[in-house]
């Protein structure tokens, strides 16, 4: 489920243009069906080994760096804001994560 592949969630197929893409899509579609998603999401005790991945502020998503969260983040979903300086790796551990929240098993 990460970029430029033909990926199926619920059923549905999604065709994303990048690996941040493919993480938006799937805590939009995430949260469409299940509102307290990303609340639970964020809630999680750790994302990354230092950053959080989704957070209410900004400044969450890169403790220390002030340089990166003005640049390197999204406001998205109701005034969630993600990170988007991650690596594909570090991707996909935040959409392994977020399958865990949903009750999904990744990758299949």
């Known amino acids: 489920m990460i970029s430029?592949?033909?990926?199926?969630?619920?059923?549905?197929?999604?065709r994303?243009?990048?690996?941040?893409?493919?993480?938006?899509?799937?805590?939009?579609?995430f949260s469409q069906i299940d509102?307290?998603?990303?609340?639970?999401?964020?809630?999680?005790?750790?994302?990354g080994r230092k950053r959080r991945y989704l957070a209410r502020d900004k400044m969450?998503?890169?403790?220390?760096?002030?340089?990166l969260?003005?640049?390197y983040s999204?406001?998205?979903?109701?005034?969630?804001?993600?990170?988007?300086?991650?690596?594909r790796s570090t991707i996909r551990h935040a959409i392994e994560l977020a399958c865990e929240v949903a009750g999904l098993r990744f990758g299949g």
């Not at 430029?4 to 999604?14: F, I, T």
């Not at 509102?35 to 994302?47: M, S």
């Open 16 to 29: 994303e243009g990048s690996a941040i893409d493919t993480l938006f899509r799937v805590f939009e579609v």
């Open 35 to 47: 509102p307290r998603f990303l609340e639970r999401y964020a809630a999680l005790p750790k994302h």
């Open 60 to 67: 969450e998503l890169y403790p220390g760096r002030g340089d």
């Open 74 to 87: 999204q406001q998205k979903f109701g005034g969630w804001w993600i990170g988007t300086n991650y690596s």
């Open 69 to 71: 969260f003005d640049e």
């Open 4 to 14: 430029g592949s033909d990926d199926k969630l619920h059923g549905r197929h999604y």
